[in-house]
């Protein structure tokens, strides 16, 4: 049972290995939202939070409305959110963020090699970015996110 980003009841918190570093950077082709690239250096300042997903996984459409929604509370704060398909066809992708009625900025990557910068174990997968470009949390197979520990993340570092 998962009681926040970092504690498991009886096992010991693992720390993700980017966790403290500089986050790898992000540069493609806005699929949704503004348009454009997506360059994450060009946020600088600002606290990014970075949602990987795929339109197999049954949890993730529900990951990308609640992005929209943190985007849409906290982006006047100083939130940027992305979401980062790692579906193989771009259409697919596209298709899945219509049905999930968000508004989220997302781009695609099909080659996964942003999953693989971000050695993502599983998805819905986060990362928490803060205004100097360290990731500071990760939520993943390996610290489970819950609602109140992101909230309470976001806000730190929103205040920071």
């Given at each position: 049972?998962a009681?926040?980003?970092?504690?498991?009841?009886?096992?010991?918190?693992?720390v993700?290995?980017?966790?403290?570093?500089?986050?790898?950077?992000?540069?493609?082709?806005?699929?949704?939202?503004?348009?454009?690239?997506?360059?994450?250096?060009e946020?600088?300042g600002?606290?990014?939070?970075?949602?990987?997903?795929?339109?197999?996984?049954?949890?993730?459409?529900?990951?990308?409305?609640?992005?929209?929604?943190?985007?849409?509370?906290?982006?006047?704060?100083?939130?940027?959110?992305?979401?980062?398909?790692?579906?193989?066809?771009?259409?697919?992708?596209?298709?899945?963020?219509?049905?999930?009625h968000?508004?989220?900025?997302?781009?695609?990557?099909?080659s996964?090699?942003?999953?693989?910068?971000?050695?993502?174990?599983?998805?819905?997968?986060?990362?928490?970015?803060?205004?100097?470009?360290?990731?500071?949390?990760?939520?993943?197979?390996?610290?489970?996110?819950?609602?109140?520990?992101?909230?309470?993340?976001?806000?730190?570092?929103l205040?920071?």
């Amino acid at each position: 049972m998962a009681l926040g980003s970092d504690v498991v009841v009886g096992r010991p918190a693992v720390v993700h290995p980017l966790v403290g570093h500089p986050a790898p950077e992000i540069v493609q082709p806005l699929m949704s939202g503004p348009g454009g690239n997506f360059r994450l250096s060009e946020h600088r300042g600002e606290v990014v939070l970075v949602g990987f997903w795929t339109s197999w996984c049954s949890r993730c459409a529900e990951q990308l409305r609640n992005l929209g929604a943190l985007d849409e509370t906290y982006a006047a704060a100083g939130l940027v959110v992305v979401g980062v398909s790692l579906d193989d066809k771009p259409g697919v992708a596209r298709d899945f963020v219509r049905d999930a009625h968000t508004s989220v900025r997302t781009v695609v990557d099909a080659s996964r090699a942003l999953g693989a910068a971000y050695d993502v174990d599983s998805v819905p997968f986060m990362v928490l970015i803060d205004r100097g470009g360290i990731v500071r949390y990760v939520h993943g197979a390996r610290s489970p996110a819950n609602a109140a520990a992101l909230q309470r993340e976001l806000r730190q570092l929103l205040d920071e």
